[in-house]
């Protein structure tokens, strides 16, 4: 059983820059695909990327291209979302989530393991 626990969020004006990290315990991380997701109120939870198990792969959402990063460091059992030019629009609970099936997919159903969030506020 994969525990996953995401860290990083916080308060940050447009433009500027977090990183959030996702830290996994219980299973053999290099083994699963890892994907970041965020969510409103009000609104479904929506793909942010997704990064295969050895991280030569990546996927991103528009909204997320050209200016977030994802990586993972398997020996660190940690995943990490790099946000730069950060916006209003970006605020969001963001949570990791995982899956021993190689996919890439937006379908939360799909990821067997997720965090318990982690709040990212981005004020104007």
């Known amino acids: 059983q994969v525990h996953l626990a995401e860290s990083g969020g916080g308060l940050v004006q447009a433009g500027g820059s977090l990183r959030l990290s996702c830290a996994a315990s219980?299973?053999?991380?290099?083994?699963?695909?890892a994907a970041w997701f965020r969510q409103v109120p009000g609104k479904e939870r929506e793909l942010v990327g997704v990064?295969?198990?050895?991280?030569?792969?990546?996927i991103y959402a528009d909204s997320a291209k050209g200016r977030f990063t994802i990586s993972r460091d398997n020996a660190k059992n940690t995943m990490y979302l790099q946000m730069n030019s950060l916006k209003p629009e970006d605020t969001a609970v963001y949570y990791c989530a995982g899956t021993p099936t190689a996919y890439m997919g937006t379908l939360e159903a799909y990821y067997d393991y997720w965090g318990q969030g982690t709040q990212v506020t981005v004020s104007s």
């Open positions: 990064i295969s198990r050895s991280g030569s792969n990546k």
């Open positions: 219980g299973g053999t991380f290099s083994t699963y695909y």
